[in-house]
T-cell receptor, first 113, second 114 residues
């Protein structure tokens, strides 16, 4: 079974802190995604990566950056956390063909105080 | 760019009744379409997908969806709701000219009454 592991289920950070959310997949998938999930807004794509060191902005990249130095790991970085970044963050991975299933991690619930 | 609209943020049905969750998409090229389900405190899992083969797609747990190009729709149905179907359902689209982006709708929360 594909496993997508997010490093933390719950995080509490202070405003202005630099925050790292880590995601690791174990199935050699080319594509990896970061979404945030908010009630009534569904899943909104922050960034995705289709290969090592390759990234593309999603619909809401402002305030975020990403890093993919190894194929299995995709990190989301909040350069200076703000309260409006309090949310559930979901990582996913998939094979390159776009008709294939994406596999999701359990999510990280981030609270910025 | 492609987009997805799910009509109805909350749908409530009685156990045994028909489930219909609506999804409309926008894409300049023939898309790939997906339905995912999220149970409370869990990640998302795939219910079914349309990838340009048969327009009527069958998924897990008795769900199915029909791709209608003329209506740009991909509605999810189940003939008879079960209490265990209570969850949040997401429609998603991926288009060949969008470089692998997978875009989700706003989600529909399904409640099943006894």
């Amino acid at each position: 079974d594909v496993k997508v592991t997010q490093s933390s289920r719950y995080l509490v950070k202070r405003t202005g802190e630099k925050v790292f959310l880590e995601c690791v997949q174990d199935m050699d998938h080319e594509n990896m995604f970061w979404y945030r999930q908010d009630p009534g807004l569904g899943l909104r794509l922050i960034y995705f990566s289709y290969d090592v060191k390759m990234k593309e902005k999603g619909d809401i990249p402002e305030g975020y950056s990403v890093s993919r130095e190894k194929k299995e790991r995709f990190s989301l970085i909040l350069e200076s956390a703000s309260t409006n970044q309090t949310s559930m963050y979901l990582c996913a991975s998939s094979l390159r063909p776009m008709n294939t299933e994406a596999f999701f991690g359990q999510g990280t619930r981030l609270t910025v105080v | 760019a492609q987009s997805v609209t799910q009509l109805g943020s909350h749908v409530s049905v009685s156990e045994g009744a028909l489930v219909l969750l609506r999804c409309n998409y926008s894409s300049s090229v023939p898309p790939y379409l997906f339905w995912y389900v999220q149970y409370p405190n869990q990640g998302l899992q795939l219910l079914l997908k349309y990838t340009s083969a048969a327009t009527l797609v069958k998924g897990i747990n008795g769900f199915e969806a029909e791709f209608k190009k003329s209506e740009t729709s991909f509605h999810l149905t189940k003939p008879s709701a079960h209490m265990s179907d209570a969850a949040e359902y997401f429609c998603a689209v991926s288009a060949p000219n969008q470089g692998g982006k997978l875009i989700f709708g706003q989600g529909t929360e399904l409640s099943v009454k006894p």
